[in-house]
């Protein structure tokens, strides 16, 4: 079932009432169905979010995405309890082999550099033989970082909308369109850990990043593949406005990206449950059921022709 993304960026008491969420502001009120809120996007100082309605998201396994000062995504609220077996899957997941791990950290690796090749290709009109070289060239556990080296050429080339030269100074704290970038990977970040916690895996423990500060490192991990669909979003943002601050119009086009079709072998799927099937793949991949996560393509063939 497809979610809704709700964002609030005003003064708003949230409570709940017969699996209703409430929202009441000084000028109006609102209900919606929980069960039909997938991500809730908490943008304001002095919104109240009543205990009561915390549990019955968390319940329904609602993200609930608390932004800072910076409106940035700054924290998340997840289901911990989403599984039948969870202490199972957690324990598959704990037990995992180093040489598992670093295969999966391959294969996730491979896809990335794939889906950047790809998105370049699509908005230069023009082939990147580079990137499918880089991909043949991931080793287990990419002990010879083609990742970083992608990354590199990746920004380097990446077009400017507009302008008569081309690359991105990649900052996570730089300036515009950083800032656009690094509110729609955390969009991704929330969504990607939604998935996990629904599929019963543990966000804290990663199969590649390993910062003890990390609360959320296996999605970390696993979004990694998905970060040009956010890339290609900021890009038709470019070409389409010349706003350069954060506003609501660009968060709301930011949100799209969890509706944004993708493309299995025989079906395509909304990113928020493609997610899931990724997840799921994964977990799987922990008790032994398979040797490859399942990742989808980001665009048609005919999207890239």
């Not at 995992?96 to 491979?110: N, V």
């Not at 043949?136 to 909308?161: C, I, R, T």
């Amino acid at each position: 079932m497809l979610k809704r993304t709700i964002l609030i960026e005003n003064k708003f008491s949230i409570t709940a009432k017969n699996n209703q969420l409430v929202l009441k502001s000084e000028i109006k009120e609102s209900t919606i169905p929980i069960e039909d809120i997938g991500f809730l996007v908490l943008d304001h100082n002095e919104i109240y979010l009543s205990i009561p309605a915390v549990n019955l998201l968390v319940e329904n396994n609602t993200s609930i995405i608390i932004c800072g000062k910076n409106h940035l995504p700054n924290g998340m609220l997840l289901n911990l309890n989403s599984h039948h077996i969870q202490q199972e899957i957690f324990k598959n997941q704990i037990e995992a082999s180093i040489p598992l791990k670093k295969q999966l950290w391959q294969q996730t690796i491979i896809e990335k550099i794939k889906n950047q090749g790809q998105l370049l290709e699509k908005i230069t009109k023009s082939k990147q033989n580079t990137f499918v070289f880089l991909a043949s060239k991931v080793l287990s556990g990419d002990s010879s970082n083609m990742e970083g080296v992608a990354a590199q050429q990746y920004w380097k080339h990446f077009p400017q909308p507009n302008l008569q030269f081309d690359g991105i100074k990649r900052e996570r704290y730089g300036d515009y369109p950083n800032n656009f970038l690094n509110y729609g990977y955390a969009i991704l970040r929330a969504a990607t850990a939604r998935a996990l916690s629904g599929s019963g895996l543990l966000n804290t423990l990663g199969i590649h990043h390993k910062s003890k500060y990390n609360a959320f490192a296996l999605a970390d991990d696993i979004m990694e593949p998905f970060r040009p669909i956010v890339d290609e979003k900021v890009y038709e943002i470019m070409q389409r406005f010349d706003e350069q601050d954060l506003n609501t119009v660009i968060k709301a086009e930011l949100l799209q990206i969890l509706t944004r079709t993708v493309y299995f072998k025989d079906e395509k799927s909304p990113l928020m449950i493609a997610l899931q099937k990724t997840a799921s793949s994964l977990q799987q991949c922990f008790t032994g059921n398979r040797k490859k996560i399942k990742y989808p393509a980001l665009w048609s063939l005919t999207d890239i022709e």
